[in-house]
């Protein structure tokens, strides 16, 4: 795995380092003075409601967008000096697919590999080492579009991290996917992590998916709420959760009258929050033969994103992804 540049006095620069970006659209502030600094080799998670910005400020760190105010380092580079050497130490694995599915799984590896320029035999040793890290070895000859989601899923890894990149933007990857392709998904990546030190910046709505992360940034309506690592955002910001199934109207209205707070859920389970876990459980007992099911939750970054934001990530449906490279569009 390649280094970033470094100081002259050997001190290793943070992966990235954000100070004021600003980006509007129209008379829409979609990022507003975001400051941020991502530790090398960390696992980064970005978690956001819809139009929080999150997009926005991926684009800008690969390259697609210009920030309006503000400098934004990636790999000791700045993202708008030297747009193609950040292009060259960065991966990007978007949210939709951009595999060409009439290709087979060697060729679209083979494809990325001459776009950055790599060599025939650098190429040839990179794709045999990405499947078999990923476990495609004997898929190499198949056409893309025979794979399982969770394998093109495994591909577009592979070929984010064919050139050897520094860090990996990874923008809801594992949406669309089974339990059990998600689950595989971060083992890979946390295997990576350890053998190679790879930095990985993640947005995700499955939140249960980022309680390992190192750091997590929570970001709504452009601005950063809180920043830290899970132990300290859920010391810092989480309740226990009390989740309900009601029984029919009558116990949902029983249950909102003595809780007008609560939230409602799209599945039509309530969720109500409480500083302590007695407080819960005493609830809980005052409202038997009103629900049919309940959860005690104890704090979690499902918590903290609630009690910041005043609803629950898992209401928002992920938007559809862009579909772009990281190199040779437009900025």
Same mark, same amino acid.
């Given at each position: ?32 003075? !975001? ?33 309006? #105010? ?11 000096? +030297? ?8 991966? !990007? ?10 290709? #087979? ?9 001459? !776009? ?10 990179? $794709? ?7 476990? %495609? ?8 579009? *025979? ?7 495994? %591909? ?24 059990? #392709? ?36 929570? $970001? ?11 132990? +300290? ?5 989480? *309740? ?14 029983? $249950? ?25 459980? *005493? ?25 910041? *934001? ?22």
């Amino acid at each position: 795995m390649s280094q970033a540049a470094t100081p002259q006095n050997g001190e290793i620069l943070s992966a990235i380092s954000i100070e004021g970006v600003s980006q509007r659209y129209g008379r829409m502030l979609a990022l507003d003075d !975001v400051s941020l600094t991502v530790p090398m080799g960390s696992l980064f998670a970005l978690i956001g409601p819809n139009g929080a910005g999150k997009s926005t400020l991926i684009d800008i760190l690969c390259t697609i967008r210009a920030p309006l #105010s503000g400098r934004a380092l990636v790999a000791g580079l700045d993202v708008s000096r +030297d747009p193609r050497g950040v292009r060259r130490r960065i991966g !990007v694995i978007f949210q939709n697919s951009t595999l060409d599915t009439r290709l #087979s799984v060697f060729d679209n590896l083979e494809f990325h590999g001459r !776009v950055h320029a790599m060599g025939r035999a650098e190429r040839r040793q990179r $794709i045999d080492e990405m499947l078999e890290l990923v476990q %495609l070895s004997e898929w190499r000859n198949a056409p893309a579009r *025979t794979l399982s989601a969770g394998m093109k899923r495994r %591909l577009e890894i592979a070929r984010g991290l064919l050139h050897d990149p520094e860090i990996l933007f990874m923008d809801e990857p594992t949406v669309g996917l089974d339990p059990q #392709s998600r689950a595989n998904i971060w083992q890979y990546l946390s295997d990576l992590r350890e053998k190679t030190g790879l930095t990985i910046v993640v947005t995700t709505h499955y939140i249960d998916e980022v309680g390992g992360a190192d750091r997590v940034c929570v $970001i709504e309506k452009g601005k950063i709420l809180v920043e830290g690592t899970p132990a +300290d955002l859920k010391a810092a910001h989480g *309740t226990t959760l009390l989740r309900l199934q009601p029984e029919g109207t009558e116990g949902r209205a029983a $249950i909102l009258a003595v809780h007008p707070d609560a939230l409602t859920l799209p599945d039509g389970n309530i969720l109500v929050r409480f500083d302590t876990l007695p407080e819960a459980e *005493t609830a809980l007992a005052a409202l038997r033969g009103k629900i049919g099911l309940a959860t005690l939750e104890p704090p979690s970054l499902e918590s903290v994103f609630l009690n910041l *934001t005043g609803r629950a990530l898992r209401e928002e449906a992920p938007t559809s992804g862009r579909g772009r490279p990281p190199a040779g569009g437009r900025r």
